[in-house]
C-alpha cells in the first residue's frame, strides 16, 4: 500500500474534507436553571439602600464588599460577582459565595471537591458549570448575569435591575481570553523555553488551573490532524510550529503545569484521533515521552486501528439532543480536560478551534466510518465518505450540529491554543480544494506567523476571538451558534473579556473555501 493518502481518503477530500476529526475542537457550561450557590447576603438590592454600595449590605455592612455571599465562601468562583447580590448587594465580595469557600474552586462546591466537576455543584452537578454554585454557577443560573443579584437582579452594583454595573464587576472568569503574541520576528524563532514562558503566563492570566487537584486524571487533546504538508503525505511537516498540528511544546508546556497540580498520585493522558493512524503521528510530531516527560500516556483514540470496530474501553453517552454516541471511557470520565487546538480555518466548518478539537477529535474511528477496504488502515477520515456511520460533512450545518452534540458530551475545562504559525486554507492546505478543480493549496503561502498563545476556561468563547482573529466571522459558525444557544458558552464578543493582545493588535485575514465564514480579506 502506498503511503498516500488512499483510495478511501481520496474521496473523502472531495466531499468536503476530513479535518475536523482530529481536529479541534471549551469550557464546560453554563448554570441554566439551578440556584446559585453564589452570594446571597442579607444586604438589599438597590446601590444605596440595603444590599447597595452604601446601605446595610454596603461596602462594609452583610451582603457587601466583606459581608455574605462574597467571593471567598460558598458560591463558586464567579458566585459572588454576579449572582445574587450582586457586586456590592447582597452577596458582596469576600463573604459566603466566593471563590476559596464552600462551593468556590478548591473546596467542597469547587473544581473537585462536592460542588466539583462531577459532584454536586461542579462542572456537570448542581452548582457547577451547569448549576448553582460551581466555577460559573452564579453566571448564568438563578442570581447569575440576569438572575436576581446579578448585572441586571436584585442587589446589583445598582439595585433591582442592575444593568449598569462596573464592567468588571459582573465579568465570569470563564469568557475571559487571554492572548499572548511573541515579541520574536517569527515563529521558528521560538525556544522551548520562550513557548513555556507564553503558555505559562497566558494560563495565568485567563485564570490558572487552581481548580486542578493533587490525584486527578486530566486529559490533553492536541490536534494532530497529520503529519505532513503534502496531498500524498510525501512531505514531513516539521516537529515544531507547523501550525497544522499542535507544537509538542505546547502540550509540553501545559503538562508540566498540571503535573505541578496533580503531583505523583496524579495521572496526564495525552489523548488524539488523527487522519492517519495516531502512533505514526505521535512519533512524527514529537509527542514522545523524551519530549513530554511529564505524561503517562499517549492513547490513539482509534483502538489498534483505523479499521478497529470493537467497543473495547468505550462507553456509550448521549449528547445534548438525546443521540447517544460511542465514546472513550477514559476521556469522558476524567477529573479535567485540556483541549489543545491549533489556530486554523476549516474548509468543513470555518474554523477549528478548542470546541472542534474535542467536538470530532475524540470520536472512535471504527464508530464513525463505513470504510472497509485496506485503505482504511492509514485513512482515519472519520466517514466522510457517505455511509450509514459517516458523519455528515454536507455542509458547516449538519457538520456543526454533531460537532456541537459531541462536544456536549464531555466539554473542555480548559483551553490552551497553539498560534504560533496559523494556517489558513486549515485544517492543512493540503486538505482544502482549489475551486475549479486546480489543486490543492500550497503550504508555505498558507502560513500566517502568528507567535501566539491563547487559554480560557471557555471553549466557545476562546474560538469566538480565534475566528475574529483570523478576520473570520464567529456568528456564522453553526457549532458555536448552537453550542451557544445550549448554554455552554458565549459567541458574543461583548461578553468576552480579551486580556493580553487585542485582537485588533494581531488580527490577520486567513482565507478559507467557505468564504463567507472567512473571506480572506
Known amino acids: 500500500m502506498n503511503r498516500g493518502f488512499g483510495r478511501g481518503f481520496q474521496l473523502s477530500l472531495f466531499v468536503v474534507g476530513l479535518a475536523g476529526l482530529a481536529a479541534i475542537g471549551l469550557p464546560g457550561c453554563e448554570g441554566n436553571d439551578s440556584s446559585g450557590g453564589g452570594g446571597s447576603g442579607t444586604g438589599g438590592s438597590a446601590q444605596p439602600a440595603s444590599g447597595g454600595t452604601t446601605g446595610s449590605g454596603g461596602a462594609a455592612a452583610t451582603g457587601g464588599a466583606t459581608g455574605s455571599g462574597g467571593a471567598s465562601a460558598s458560591g463558586g468562583i464567579t458566585g459572588g460577582a454576579v449572582t445574587s447580590g450582586g457586586t456590592t448587594g447582597s452577596g458582596g465580595e469576600i463573604a459566603s459565595g466566593g471563590a476559596t469557600g464552600l462551593g468556590g474552586a478548591p473546596p467542597s462546591g469547587g473544581a473537585s471537591g462536592s460542588g466539583g466537576r462531577t459532584a454536586s455543584g461542579g462542572a456537570t452537578g448542581s452548582g457547577g458549570a451547569i448549576g448553582s454554585g460551581g466555577v460559573t454557577g452564579g453566571a448564568v443560573s438563578n442570581g447569575g448575569a440576569t438572575g436576581s443579584g446579578g448585572k441586571t437582579g436584585s442587589g446589583g452594583a445598582t439595585g433591582s435591575d442592575g444593568g449598569t454595573t462596573a464592567p468588571d464587576a459582573s465579568v465570569s472568569d470563564k469568557f475571559v481570553v487571554a492572548m499572548l503574541q511573541s515579541t520574536k520576528a517569527k515563529a521558528s524563532d521560538l525556544s522551548t523555553s520562550d513557548v513555556a514562558d507564553l503558555v505559562g503566563d497566558a494560563v495565568n492570566q485567563a485564570g490558572g488551573l487552581d481548580f486542578i487537584k493533587e490525584g486527578m486524571t486530566v486529559v490533553l487533546k492536541p490536534n494532530l490532524v497529520t503529519a505532513y504538508t503534502d496531498h500524498y503525505r510525501m512531505a514531513p511537516a516539521d516537529k515544531t510550529v507547523n501550525g497544522i498540528a ?13 503535573r505541578a497540580k496533580v503531583g505523583s498520585t496524579g495521572t496526564i493522558l495525552v489523548m488524539e484521533g488523527s487522519t492517519m493512524p495516531t502512533p505514526d503521528a505521535f512519533k512524527n510530531l514529537g509527542y514522545t515521552k523524551t519530549n513530554i516527560s511529564a505524561v503517562d500516556e499517549f492513547i490513539a483514540l482509534e483502538g489498534k486501528s483505523c479499521l478497529d470496530r470493537s467497543t ?16 472513550n471511557k477514559d476521556y469522558v470520565e476524567a477529573d479535567v480536560v485540556i483541549s489543545l487546538p491549533t489556530l486554523k480555518t476549516h474548509q468543513g466548518a ?33 466517514g ?32 490552551v491554543m497553539d498560534g ?23 503550504y508555505a503561502s498558507s502560513t500566517m506567523n502568528m507567535r501566539l498563545i491563547l487559554a480560557g476556561k471557555n471553549a466557545v468563547a476562546v474560538d469566538t476571538v480565534e475566528a475574529l482573529v483570523m478576520k473570520c466571522d464567529p456568528r456564522k459558525v453553526p457549532h458555536l451558534t448552537l453550542l451557544e444557544a445550549d448554554g455552554l458558552g458565549t459567541a458574543d464578543i ?25 473571506p480572506g480579506t
Not at 492543512?428 to 493549496?441: I, L
Open 246 to 258: 499542535t507544537d509538542w511544546r505546547v502540550a509540553k508546556a501545559v503538562a508540566d503545569l498540571v
Open 312 to 327: 473495547t474501553g468505550l462507553v456509550q453517552k448521549a449528547g445534548i439532543s438525546g443521540t447517544e454516541y460511542w465514546i
Open 350 to 382: 470555518g474554523i477549528t478551534g478548542g470546541v472542534k478539537n474535542l467536538g470530532i477529535g475524540t470520536t472512535p474511528m471504527g464508530q464513525f466510518s463505513p470504510l472497509t477496504d485496506a485503505s482504511a488502515t492509514y485513512d482515519c477520515t472519520r
Open 384 to 415: 466522510q465518505v457517505a455511509g450509514p456511520n459517516s458523519i455528515d460533512h454536507s455542509s458547516p450545518e449538519t457538520l456543526g450540529a454533531f460537532i456541537r452534540d459531541y462536544y456536549s458530551i464531555r466539554p473542555a475545562d480548559f483551553v
Open 420 to 442: 504560533l504559525q496559523g494556517i489558513q486554507h486549515g485544517p492543512a492546505p493540503a486538505f482544502e480544494s482549489k475551486p475549479n478543480d486546480a489543486g490543492y493549496w500550497d
Open 494 to 518: 461583548s461578553q468576552i473579556t480579551v486580556v493580553g493582545k487585542q485582537i485588533a493588535d494581531v488580527a490577520k485575514p486567513f482565507a478559507c473555501k467557505l468564504s463567507d465564514i472567512c
